[in-house]
């Protein structure tokens, strides 16, 4: 295995991981997000048994005892399995997460105390702000949310469009169809009456660039994208309850 690299944006990289055991023949992808800034932050830190490769690839991008702040969506191995090897390597460097995660696993599972984001906090890492947001139960977790870097106008929206395959790191083409297909495979998303206007409240952000944990990161009309996932969700709730 191998941890490739991609520039998605301004000092923006994805590193993607390809595990082509899981679902073959497709095979799936672990993507980590690195927002440069003053105080370097990354989005998911990988399962634990791939911090010799995600850690090999960050620091072909800077030194790692420099990163800052280590955030994820939820409390789950793919999202934070690293965190305390993280937070060995990289003195400086806090956990950041929302008040669920912290109080119900952080304080207990991170070798350091987590910073504690409200919901809707925003967090200054020295040239860019990201605002933190509580997404509860969506996909999965009632620990969950997303982030948002207000320059880029990008959403780090964690596993909202799980896809398998190896695709681009950076696609245009609709991600929706593929999301959903995942969904029958995997069932990752816990279905309910606070899924599909969750995600409405992220397209009101009008975010122009979704990054993907599972999948290719998408570069086309995001807040379309957005309001076509939560509608086929809502689809998805009322076909259930019927
Ligand atoms: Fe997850
Ligand atoms: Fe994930």
Redesign the pocket.
């Known amino acids: 295995m191998e941890t490739r690299i991609d520039e998605i944006g301004d000092k923006i990289y994805r590193l993607s991981t390809f595990v082509p055991d899981i679902v073959p023949p497709s095979g799936f992808t672990f993507n980590q997000f690195l927002i440069m800034g003053d105080d370097p932050l990354l989005f998911h830190t990988g399962l634990r048994t791939m911090f010799p490769l995600v850690s090999a690839a960050v620091s072909r991008i800077m030194p790692i005892d420099k990163l800052r702040w280590i955030t994820f969506?939820?409390y789950?191995a793919?999202?934070c399995g690293s965190m305390n090897e993280w937070l060995a390597v990289a003195p400086q460097a806090e956990i950041a997460h929302g008040m669920t995660g912290s109080t119900v696993s952080l304080i207990d599972m991170a070798d350091r105390p987590p910073r504690v984001l409200s919901n809707g906090e925003t967090l200054d890492i020295g040239g860019r702000r990201i605002r933190y947001i509580d997404t509860p139960h969506v996909?999965?977790?009632w620990d969950a949310g997303v982030i948002y870097e207000e320059t880029s106008r990008t959403l780090f929206c964690?596993?909202l469009f799980t896809h398998v395959g190896n695709g681009p790191a950076m696609v245009e083409t609709e991600i929706v169809s593929p999301s959903l297909a995942a969904e029958d495979i995997f069932g990752?998303t816990s279905l309910g009456p606070t899924t599909a206007p969750t995600i409405r409240k992220l397209a009101d952000l009008a975010p122009r660039m979704l990054a993907v944990m599972h999948g290719s990161s998408y570069a086309g009309n995001a807040v379309v994208a957005l309001q076509d996932l939560a509608s086929a969700y809502d689809t998805r709730l009322r076909a259930a309850m019927a």
């Open positions: 969506g939820h789950e793919d999202e996909p999965h977790g964690g596993d990752f």
